[in-house]
């Protein structure tokens, strides 16, 4: 098979001799009778040895006749007389030896360098040869004949031969009438060789081959010599094709620098680097995409081959790897365990690079309409040798849609035995109609597993000294592509050490995960100096800001995941504590922080300076977020009351609980910062639904409470009235999944009647007896700090130091509306718990206790409230007209109403009191 393709011809000496001598006499080739046999002339080639001298293939005589590459080799044998067309093709069935000119011809190809041109100069020396092309007029049948002699003998035809056959249909064709050209494409339909005149890889429908001699000299692509054989067709710079085979195919060869092949040989005998060392060449050393094999596998054996296939998916995961594999193991003669096998004549023609039925297509050489058009009618063909004729097209997605187009048209056409092989790694950029004319083959990034495991073979091969800490590290570097891995690696190795991880970080300049841990450390726990001083180190050392931060987000998410090393992470930030100690939600808001930071980063120029601010921003929080230890509870219920308004607005009472005498305590700041943040959870809640009804409908409840419990949130929500909880019921789960989705967590939802209903009746109340009296006081019976019970949570029991909120704004209350006498304060205000000493003790039994409490309104509608005192135990209030109850309690309410001493809650005028 080798030698069958190589394009010299073994002529007998003598031959040889006599064609030289008449070579050199030659001046007119009309009345020369060489004119008869210009295939000689033209094989007439230098041989290039492997020393990639240029040698001439004479026995004795070294001063052959240089012709446009191809040369006669002499075996001093015999001597022919060659005087027609009958006696050449005879003696050229005896004596042609086709043979591999793959080496030969890749030299002459390679080395039109000064000394080769030299090499000819001196060789060609004074036999500067002339020769007109007009014998193309005088023996048109010659070079047919010829090329039916190779193919009664199942032998390839010679590329010169092609060639001579070529001109001469050139020029008849350039004679004939359109009908007789129709009339010979019919006739090479089906030939299982491409016909040199007809093929519709032809260089003149290609447009690939510039046949015209005066253009090739022109173009000065010919042998190096510009007067040597000056009207004949020479070699051109081919991109440095190797095969001679390969010139016969004018789809692979290309313009004159654009040569059509993507790779000129897939698999070469000299790699360039571990990527293409090991490049799979077989299904068993593919790694990875399991499905993708087992389906094609089971394809080739059920023989249940489509016409078109697409191989997408991210780069380096093996798209152009297993197209190869595929073709080759349609065509392999063995049906052994290994597919392909590797060794039958087609797989070694294959893994050589000069497969006749394997073509691999560059997309921007065939985005014309003719050239489109030579395609499909070349696919028409039937395989020369093979069962199948593969056309792999990489990089699809460049080709026209009228390429696709085209080509999609056909398939239904194609004869069984050609397949396309499409690969893209951007499948959006396909047009839709080819999506759905072929079987499509996801090829999916490959796992770290895979990657470390093809990472310690190759090592193993090569004989590298390895950690597999550091391939753990290439795997994960290299997202998925196992052409990145394998890059990486073979550039570590270059470094001649060991390949560890701290290797790698270097050449990669990654920051290592301990200095990682530092820093996300610092961040999370505010400490804002030495986080801004490490992060600039960091960054003004090596490290690349986008690269900080995705590996920041990886190592969060890593921690989260559990997967962080625990023994590294608990010596950084851990503590020992459980991960719920340190705060998913802090984890979790990093991340947003660190997402968001990425979008700017890859928009801004000072990216170090927006990663240092990101970084600050680590411990603060959202104001959705809820943490595992957190606890909810609306400090105001009088969001949608009338009252509440008429009174003063809540955010002034707010204020003026915040700055009320407690001065500014915490407490009272995470008091209404929980009201801030149920009403923003709420917002969001009802933003998050995606149909208008239910958004309008949820906004009349609200969000009253919220627990959170070993990862479950139960939320309480509240309505006005009975028909909107019944409502609400009806619609649980639409409200959960909304919380669901604002909170991250499970949610238990609870829907009931809003706390202020239960002081509707109060209200109601309080409006007769104002409406009545102008000014009322009310009464609570019983009110016992440590008996508050949270009425919607009745299996619940608040001690008082588990309620701060409440006790807390009751003492501000009280303590806000205390007359500022000495010692009159002290018990109720500081630390926000109201004792029940203080709640029970009569007035004035104790020393420095409220006594008497009474201050007078200031006009009964300024909306003041007043203390009237603790008679027996009992908290009298003065509530000026126009205020309720309800807005002056507006936090406190639920929980002295259901008092445990006493759940029903009382309220009485002071009159009645008195
Ligand atoms: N699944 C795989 N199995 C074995 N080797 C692989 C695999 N994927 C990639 N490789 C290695 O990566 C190199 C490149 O692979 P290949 O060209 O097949 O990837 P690709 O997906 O076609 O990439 P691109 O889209 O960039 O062309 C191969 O030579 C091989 O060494
Ligand atoms: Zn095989």
């Excluded at 639904?689 to 009253?704: E, I, T």
Aim: aromatic fraction near 6%.
């Amino acid at each position: 098979m080798l030698e069958g393709r190589r394009h010299s011809v073994d002529v007998p000496l003598s031959k040889t001799l006599v064609a030289l001598k008449r070579v050199r006499s030659l001046r007119d080739p009309e009345t020369n009778s060489m004119g008869k046999f210009p295939m000689f002339i033209e094989n007439m080639n230098w041989e290039t040895n492997s020393a990639s001298d240029p040698i001439l293939k004479s026995n004795d005589h070294n001063d052959a006749v240089l012709t446009d590459g191809h040369y006669f080799h002499s075996d001093g044998g015999r001597d022919t007389h060659y005087s027609d067309a009958e006696s050449v093709k005879s003696s050229r069935l005896q004596d042609i030896k086709l043979c591999s000119a793959k080496k030969s011809s890749k030299h002459r190809i390679g080395d039109r360098d000064s000394t080769r041109t030299k090499a000819i100069r001196k060789s060609c020396g004074e036999h500067r040869l002339r020769l007109d092309s007009s014998w193309l007029r005088h023996s048109p049948d010659l070079f047919e004949e010829e090329v039916d002699s190779y193919r009664d003998l199942h032998l390839e035809v010679p590329e010169m031969v092609n060639r001579n056959t070529r001109k001469k249909t050139l020029h008849s064709e350039l004679r004939r009438p359109a009908a007789a050209a129709e009339k010979t494409d019919r006739r090479y339909m089906g030939s299982p060789y491409l016909s040199p005149s007809d093929n519709a890889f032809s260089p003149r429908t290609l447009g690939f081959f510039n046949d015209e001699p005066d253009v090739t000299e022109s173009n000065q692509n010919g042998c190096g010599l510009g007067s040597c054989w000056s009207r004949t067709p020479k070699y051109r710079d081919l991109g440095g094709l190797s095969d001679g085979e390969e010139q016969s195919h004018p789809l692979l060869v290309g313009e004159v620098h654009k040569p059509a092949f993507k790779e000129r040989n897939p698999y070469p005998d000299s790699p360039r680097g571990l990527s293409q060392k090991f490049r799979p060449r077989s299904f068993d050393e593919f790694v990875g995409q399991p499905v993708v094999v087992q389906s094609l596998l089971n394809a080739i054996c059920k023989a249940k081959v489509c016409p078109m296939y697409l191989f997408y998916g991210p780069q380096g995961t093996g798209k152009t790897s297993m197209a190869r594999i595929f073709a080759a193991s349609l065509n392999c003669l063995s049906f052994g365990e290994k597919m392909p096998c590797g060794i039958c004549r087609e797989c070694v023609s294959f893994f050589s690079g000069r497969s006749r039925d394997i073509k691999e297509l560059d997309p921007s050489h065939i985005n014309c309409k003719d050239k489109v058009k030579a395609l499909l009618k070349s696919t028409s063909l039937v395989p020369s040798s093979s069962h199948y004729r593969v056309f792999i097209i990489d990089e699809c997605q460049s080709l026209l849609v009228e390429t696709w187009a085209a080509i999609l048209k056909s398939l239904t056409e194609l004869p069984r035995q050609t397949v396309f092989i499409m690969i893209t790694s951007d499948l959006e950029k396909l047009p839709p109609i080819s999506l759905s004319r072929c079987q499509k083959y996801h090829f999916t990034k490959l796992k770290d597993a895979d990657i470390v495991w093809r990472l310690q073979k190759i090592c193993v091969e090569e004989a590298y000294d390895f950690d597999d800490d550091a391939l753990t590290f290439i795997a994960v570097k290299s997202n998925g592509s196992l052409r990145e891995a394998e890059t990486l690696l073979d550039q570590l190795s270059l470094l001649g050490k060991r390949i560890t991880v701290s290797l790698a970080h270097e050449l990669t300049g990654v920051v290592s995960e301990d200095e990682l841990l530092d820093l996300l450390d610092l961040a999370l726990s505010s400490d804002t100096s030495n986080t801004v001083r490490r992060a600039r180190e960091l960054m003004s050392s090596r490290v690349d800001p986008m690269q900080l931060t995705s590996q920041l987000a990886n190592l969060i998410m890593d921690i989260i995941a559990g997967r962080c090393r625990p023994e590294k992470v608990g010596r950084k930030f851990f503590g020992g504590h459980k991960l719920a100690d340190l705060g998913l939600q802090k984890l979790r808001n990093a991340l947003k922080v660190l997402s968001e930071t990425d979008k700017q980063l890859r928009s801004s120029k000072s990216c170090a300076t927006w990663l240092t601010v990101a970084l600050l921003q680590f411990n603060t929080g959202d104001p959705t977020d809820i943490d595992d230890s957190m606890t909810l509870v609306r400090t105001s219920n009088l969001k949608d009351e009338p009252l509440c308004r008429s009174f003063s607005t809540r955010e002034s009472l707010q204020s003026s609980l915040c700055e009320c005498s407690l001065g500014r305590s915490n407490c009272f700041e995470g008091y209404c910062n929980a009201t801030k943040k149920l009403d923003t959870i709420w917002r969001r809640t009802i933003e998050s639904c995606q149909s208008d009804p239910p958004r309008s409908f949820l906004k009349k409840g609200r969000l009253a409470s919220i627990y959170l419990k070993q990862g479950l949130a139960i939320a309480q929500v509240e309505f006005s009235s009975p028909e909107y909880v019944s409502r609400a019921e009806a619609s649980w789960k639409l409200i959960t999944n909304s919380l669901q989705h604002v909170l991250c967590h499970n949610v238990e939802l609870r829907i009931s009647l809003a706390r202020c209903s239960s002081l509707t009746k109060a209200k109601e109340l309080t409006y007769k007896l104002l409406g009545c009296s102008g000014k009322r006081q009310y009464t609570f019976d019983s009110l016992r700090a440590e008996s508050l019970v949270d009425p919607y949570f009745p299996e619940k029991h608040i001690e008082p130091l588990h309620c701060p909120n409440t006790a807390a704004s009751l003492g501000a209350m009280v303590q806000d509306e205390l007359p500022r006498k000495p010692g009159s304060d002290c018990h109720i205000t500081s630390n926000g718990v109201v004792s029940e000493e203080d709640l029970t003790t009569p007035a004035g039994n104790r020393p420095g206790c409220f006594g008497k409490l009474q201050r007078t309104p200031l006009a009964a509608d300024s909306g003041h409230i007043s203390v009237k005192g603790w008679p027996r135990g009992r908290l009298v209030l003065s509530v000026p007209r126009k205020a309720s109850l309800e807005t002056f309690l507006c936090t406190t309410v639920p929980y002295i109403f259901c008092s445990r001493a006493n759940s029903k809650e009382t309220c009485r005028s002071a009159k009645e009191e008195d």
